[in-house]
């Protein structure tokens, strides 16, 4: 996947230590170039991209992978970067994920500003090498549920974007808003090797297939269930 925007803040990075030894990430802040922009929050793990060497305003093209993690009961979602390179290098295209639908979650429900809304969340195990699982929302019953059954194969048309938590760190949101029956042939498929490793300065790919991280405070700080309301 890839997607264009300008380049608006690069975190501070977060360091810790796991069962697979010492580990890094760094966060960094997109706005997408469209009529309606969104900000979005990237996740650089163990300096396997450069960023440091690019402008805050410049425009870049991020490719990445999305990947969600039950924690706690609830799921949360990292957009991780694996190659981050200055300009637009052409048109973004459509996001979509497909894979297998694991996990139908229960449906809420409220009301908000703009009046009553519904939300029901849904996991999916994507076609890769290394099976990552993607949480994703589907707002106001826009999708058939029928079609986003247990075990059924899917592909997933989303939107993706990132709030700032009241409590700190960032949100990230993936939300559907098309599903289709099997794997669609214009499916935008993820990278199958196992790692994240891009150099953006030359261009290569490494070979070192990369352990999740551990739960970290600001991806603990990401679960904060004020951010569940609609906007």
């Known amino acids: 996947m890839e997607i264009q925007g300008k380049l608006l803040q690069i975190l501070d990075p977060v360091t810790g230590e796991s069962s697979n030894g010492q580990w890094k990430r760094q966060d ?27 402008q805050i305003g410049e425009i870049i093209t991020v490719a990445f992978n999305i990947d969600s993690r039950e924690y706690k009961d609830r799921w949360m979602t990292n957009f991780r970067a694996w190659r981050v390179t200055p300009g637009a290098n052409g048109q973004s295209t459509p996001l979509e994920i497909a894979g297998t639908v694991i996990r139908a979650l229960p449906k809420r429900e409220g009301t908000g500003a703009k009046g009553p809304w519904t939300v029901q969340e ?3 195990e994507l076609q890769e090498a290394y099976a990552p699982k993607v949480c994703f929302s ?19 048309s989303v939107d993706i974007d990132s709030r700032e938590g009241k409590n700190g760190g960032w949100f990230a949101s993936v939300q559907a808003y098309k599903a289709v029956s099997g794997i669609a042939t214009n499916n935008v498929q993820m990278p199958t090797n196992t790692t994240y490793g891009v150099d953006a300065s030359v261009g290569t790919t490494t070979t070192t297939t990369v352990a999740p ?6 991806q603990m700080k990401n679960n904060d269930p004020s951010e569940e309301l609609p906007f």
Request: hydrophobic letters at 40%.
């Open 213 to 218: 991280d551990p739960i970290s405070a600001d």
């Open 138 to 156: 589907v707002w106001n019953d826009r999708i058939n549920a029928a079609t986003l059954e247990n075990g059924k194969t899917v592909t997933v």
């Open 28 to 54: 960094f802040i997109i706005e997408t170039i469209s009529q309606y922009p969104k900000k979005i929050c990237f996740t650089i793990n163990n300096d396997k991209t450069q960023i440091s060497n690019i």
């Open 122 to 124: 849904f996991v999916i």
